[in-house]
């Protein structure tokens, strides 16, 4: 049994429980492969990261479609499909990660060391991710990640990215479930 799951929110932790719930239902329930239908503007590398792993770990076939726009983080949980196809007119961004400081924030060097080491770390998992999905090296992640890559979906075939360019999204019929903003 298929189920189709259309992501079509920013990556955080409430879209984020909300995924890996539908999944946790759906294991449950004997499914045994979900379509991931993305389209998300990123968010939260935490959170991102967790989706990503959670999808490579689980029993299930697991592939992943872009319906519109992947970026950021979303390239990471995007590329846990072992499948990967793409609309004709999406597109997939890739940047670097960034922290948001509050107005009245007072960093002393120690803090600003821990906060450079793990936007490096952050990077590096990243590109490691993505790389792993693409065949391309992390050296060749970093480096269009530094260059704040987007990619057309040709693009992204020539890049490894996806498998497939298609249109059609599910089948007539199929359960389709969406997880979206609250």
Not at 71 to 87: E, L, N, P, Q, T
Not at 99 to 118: F, P, Q, R, Y
Not at 174 to 182: F, G, M
């Amino acid at each position: 049994m298929t189920v189709y799951i259309k992501f079509f929110a920013a990556v955080d932790g409430n879209t984020t429980n909300a995924l890996m719930n539908t999944i946790d239902q759906k294991v449950a329930a004997g499914y045994k492969k979900i379509v991931l239908l993305i389209s998300t503007p990123g968010g939260s590398v935490f959170h991102g990261l967790s989706i990503h792993n959670y999808l490579v770990g689980i029993p299930l076939e697991i592939e992943t479609h872009n319906f519109g726009s992947v970026d950021s983080i979303g390239v990471v949980i995007f590329s846990a499909g072992s499948k990967r196809y793409s609309a004709p007119d999406a597109r997939f961004l890739l940047h670097p990660v960034s922290v948001g400081l509050t107005a009245n924030t007072n960093l002393e060097t120690e803090k600003l060391e821990e906060i450079t080491k793990g936007l490096k770390i952050d990077t590096e998992n990243i590109a490691s991710t993505i790389a792993k999905a693409s065949n391309r090296t992390k050296e060749e992640l970093i480096k269009a990640i530094s260059e704040r890559t987007t990619l057309n979906p040709e693009q992204a075939k020539i890049f490894g990215l996806i498998h497939e360019i298609k249109t059609e999204l599910f089948p007539v019929g199929a359960e389709v479930i969406t997880i979206n903003a609250s």
